[in-house]
């Protein structure tokens, strides 16, 4: 399986609360999750843009799995909360991670 779109992993620096690389090049597949997340805001329902990113497995992104929270995708100019984490049967091979367009 061939990863060829870009993105970059960001960490939350708890001390200054600014973000900072975590993974700087990485490579990934990257497909719309099957239905975006809808919202309530001020009476109008809203949609967030939802994707999966799909990478190949490496130490560092096991860290995700913990704390997701202090972690996003930089991708095609966007910011992207991950709020899902998956090592399917941790086999540690591919690692799909579910990004919410901030």
Do not use: C
């Not at 090592?87 to 991670?97: I, S």
Request: glycine share 4%; proline share 3%; charged share 35%.
């Amino acid at each position: 399986m061939k990863f060829k779109i870009p993105i970059r992993i960001e960490k939350i620096n708890r001390k200054t609360e600014d973000w900072e690389p975590y993974i700087d090049q990485l490579r990934a597949n990257i497909n719309k999750k099957r239905t975006d997340n809808e919202y309530l805001d001020a009476g109008a329902v809203q949609t967030r843009r939802t994707l999966v990113f799909e990478v190949r497995y490496q130490p560092l992104i096991k860290e995700i799995s913990h704390e997701a929270q202090l972690f996003r995708i930089m991708y095609d100019g966007g910011e992207y909360q991950i709020v899902d984490y998956d090592d399917f049967q941790e086999r540690h091979k591919v690692v799909k991670l579910l990004g919410v367009h901030v």
